[in-house]
């Protein structure tokens, strides 16, 4: 962001509080809407408070000055109004800097939120290779591509993890959510948002293993596009499903309080 003459024209006359009050609120406004913008304002508030101070103390030596002159004596050097000139000016510098040092995110963002959230969901080890077997037979060919993209989705490989699960025809009911909810991830995990909540919109709303969950990532994708209300929506009805743990239910609330409105 530019620091122009006009932009500390305007800080200034908003602290001051001689804007228009229309003026006043869309500036309020924007302020909210940019930190780096609330960041010049707080350092222009700092420095128009030590001015004060500063002239304060200039007028105090200006006066001890006279009444040196006065009674014919040579003030200290505490006293000389250049002293107390140089200390506000030293004072003020070291207040900035300090400001300016301070670390400032002392709560995370929704979009820092949002990426620490936005991450492959944990998934048990499958087998990987060959033909799989159970009970001495072999898993149908669609099973096994199921279990083999889980085992793919769990080494972080998802372009071929969803690749497999493309080519499921044919799963047994307990496992088609399941199938879904994975291919949304997948889609996520490679950045396609779009695509990705369109398959997790798919999972019915009487699914107690996995709606819960994509509620959730479909609210962290809302988030990420700026969609909040929509968010906000998806990332209740996750809550409301009583299927997550209480960690994730504190994740959850966490980018709900942290969304702008």
Request: net charge negative; with cysteine; aromatic share 10%.
């Given at each position: 962001?530019e620091?122009?003459?006009?932009?500390?024209e305007r800080?200034?006359?908003?602290?001051?509080?001689s804007l228009p009050?229309?003026?006043?609120?869309?500036?309020?406004?924007e302020?909210?809407?940019?930190p780096e913008?609330?960041?010049?304002v707080?350092?222009?508030?700092?420095i128009n408070?030590f001015?004060?101070?500063?002239r304060?103390?200039e007028?105090?030596?200006n006066?001890?000055a006279?009444?040196?002159q006065?009674?014919?004596?040579?003030?200290s050097?505490?006293q000389?109004?250049?002293?107390?000139g140089?200390?506000?000016?030293?004072?003020i510098?070291?207040?900035?800097l300090?400001?300016?040092?301070?670390?400032?995110?002392l709560?995370?963002?929704?979009?820092?939120?949002t990426e620490?959230?936005l991450?492959?969901?944990?998934?048990?080890s499958?087998?990987?290779?060959?033909s799989?077997?159970?009970?001495?037979?072999e898993?149908?060919?669609?099973?096994?591509y199921l279990?083999?993209?889980?085992a793919l989705?769990?080494k972080k490989?998802?372009?071929?993890?969803?690749?497999?699960?493309?080519?499921i025809?044919?799963i047994p009911?307990?496992e088609q959510?399941?199938?879904?909810?994975?291919?949304?991830?997948?889609?996520i995990?490679?950045?396609?948002l779009?695509?990705?909540?369109?398959i997790?919109?798919?999972i019915?709303a009487d699914?107690h293993?996995?709606?819960?969950?994509?509620q959730?990532y479909?609210?962290?994708?809302?988030?990420?596009l700026?969609?909040?209300?929509?968010?906000r929506?998806?990332?209740?009805?996750?809550?409301?499903?009583?299927?997550?743990?209480?960690?994730e239910v504190q994740?959850?609330?966490?980018?709900?309080?942290?969304l702008?409105?």
């Amino acid at each position: 962001m530019e620091i122009s003459d006009k932009l500390i024209e305007r800080i200034e006359a908003y602290l001051d509080q001689s804007l228009p009050p229309a003026a006043q609120h869309e500036f309020a406004a924007e302020i909210a809407a940019d930190p780096e913008l609330a960041e010049e304002v707080q350092v222009q508030q700092l420095i128009n408070e030590f001015l004060i101070v500063a002239r304060r103390r200039e007028s105090t030596k200006n006066k001890l000055a006279l009444i040196a002159q006065k009674h014919s004596y040579t003030p200290s050097l505490w006293q000389q109004p250049k002293f107390w000139g140089y200390a506000a000016v030293a004072s003020i510098a070291l207040f900035i800097l300090a400001f300016l040092m301070w670390p400032t995110k002392l709560t995370p963002t929704y979009q820092e939120i949002t990426e620490s959230q936005l991450q492959a969901y944990p998934i048990e080890s499958f087998p990987i290779s060959g033909s799989l077997w159970r009970n001495g037979e072999e898993v149908p060919q669609d099973l096994s591509y199921l279990v083999k993209a889980k085992a793919l989705y769990k080494k972080k490989s998802f372009s071929q993890a969803f690749s497999l699960l493309e080519r499921i025809s044919h799963i047994p009911d307990v496992e088609q959510n399941g199938t879904l909810f994975y291919k949304g991830m997948c889609l996520i995990m490679t950045d396609q948002l779009d695509p990705a909540k369109d398959i997790l919109l798919d999972i019915p709303a009487d699914d107690h293993l996995y709606y819960g969950l994509a509620q959730w990532y479909i609210g962290l994708i809302e988030t990420k596009l700026g969609n909040f209300s929509a968010a906000r929506r998806h990332l209740a009805l996750a809550i409301s499903q009583n299927q997550l743990s209480q960690t994730e239910v504190q994740h959850i609330e966490q980018l709900m309080e942290s969304l702008p409105y």
